[in-house]
């Protein structure tokens, strides 16, 4: 399996995966030393977008999966290149063409999103179990507001916390607000950051769905 694709293929599969402004890179490298990765490891973002400018998409390069979109080296990129976008966009030609050059866990959480409607796996009858003995109604077109705490708070039990306090702050403003519970999917912004596009739209098409039915 070849790990580099053909120059004019690739550079062109990026553009229109919308990271069509790489060329404003001129390799000053100030994203890189910016990049909080490089605290812990050695993180070279200036090659990868020089490998965007000549088509040269090295496949198994970890380092399109590395990055976690902070932003950091867009702040500070004397040419304001959309350094997260090109990156999305190489994520998006990667899970188009060679998936299984993915990490492991990236597709093991796509599968749950894709099954379960949640990264982790679990079950969706228990995404509502945050809400404990707080007695908070399900959302109906009664409601004027959609308390969507998401999948954090909802199954990891170290942060359920944070659901119910807000819950708890709403109430005590009087606030008439409502949840979908197990109806409830992930927001898909973080696959849709891991360049798949396709179940970031499934996902929010199921949420605005539920959230129409209600």
């Known amino acids: 399996m070849e790990a580099v694709k053909p120059l004019k293929e690739a550079s062109d599969l990026i553009k229109d995966a919308g990271g069509e402004e790489f060329d404003l890179c001129f390799q000053c490298g100030l994203c890189t030393v910016s ?36 932003s950091i080296c867009e702040s500070r990129c ?3 290149v959309p350094i997260t976008d090109i990156m999305r966009a190489a994520r998006v030609i990667f899970l188009e063409y060679q998936y299984t050059m993915a990490p492991v866990s990236l597709r093991n959480a796509m599968g749950s999103l894709t099954s379960d409607g949640n990264p982790w ?7 509502g ?4 003995d ?28 944070i659901a119910r306090a807000t819950a708890n702050i709403l109430k005590k403003t009087g606030a008439n607000f409502g ?8 927001c898909g912004e973080s696959v849709r950051k891991a360049g798949n596009n396709s179940l970031f739209r499934t996902l929010a098409k199921s949420n605005i769905e539920v959230f129409n039915d209600s």
């Open 35 to 70: 990049c909080p990765w490089n605290s812990v490891r050695t993180f070279i973002p200036h090659k990868i977008m020089r490998q965007a400018q000549f088509g040269l998409v090295d496949l198994e390069d970890e380092g399109y999966w590395l990055c976690t979109t902070c």
């Open 78 to 80: 004397p040419r304001g």
């Open 121 to 127: 796996g679990g079950k969706r009858e228990d995404r």
């Open 129 to 132: 179990a945050w809400v404990g």
């Open 134 to 161: 707080l007695n908070i109604k399900g959302f109906t077109r009664d409601t004027e507001l959609l308390y969507f705490p998401g999948c954090v708070p909802a199954y990891d039990p170290q942060l359920g916390s």
């Open 179 to 186: 949840i979908l519970g197990a109806a409830e999917s992930c």
